[in-house]
């Protein structure tokens, strides 16, 4: 395996990320900049879920030998939610910053594991329902993370 790949692709679960796909690309030797897109699968068709996630990691510590990237890292991310139901359609943005690790194995496949805090940065809300019946989910201002990644360097 080439150890100088610059681009991952990853397939993940978190919140926000959702059931995510992104891919990532190695600029320095100690940072990657990436963007995934994910979702929620619900059975019905009432709700839909999306999110849209940029983010940035900078790597530190010691180094693998199936990568010259170190194996701790820090990552910043900025997500966009969109959440559709029937009556309601929420727009929220978190910044989560978060620590990690990645645990590489005997070839270009590997897992990340990162934890974190999410920051909701804005929400808003459009409702069809009069002014008495609206209903207002109020995402949390500030509650952890937690995202496990299954990537493939290219």
Do not use: C, W
């Not at 992104?22 to 900049?33: D, Q």
């Amino acid at each position: 395996m080439s150890k100088d790949q610059k681009f991952e692709v990853d397939l993940g679960l978190g919140f926000p990320d959702l059931l995510h796909l992104g891919m990532k690309y190695k600029f320095t030797n100690l940072s990657k900049i990436g963007m995934s897109y994910g979702t929620v699968i619900i059975p019905n068709n009432s709700r839909r879920t999306s999110a849209v996630t940029l983010e940035h990691e900078y790597h530190f510590g010691k180094s693998n030998v199936n990568s010259k990237m170190p194996i701790y890292y820090f990552t910043q991310k900025v997500s966009y939610l969109n959440d559709i139901k029937t009556d309601v359609t929420s727009n929220i943005f978190y910044f989560t910053p978060s620590i990690g690790k990645a645990f590489y194995g005997e070839g270009p496949l590997g897992v990340n594991v990162d934890v974190g805090l999410n920051f909701r940065l804005y929400q808003s809300q459009q409702t069809d329902l009069v002014h008495d019946a609206r209903q207002f989910e109020q995402f949390p201002a500030v509650f952890p993370a937690l995202r496990f990644q299954f990537f493939f360097n290219l």
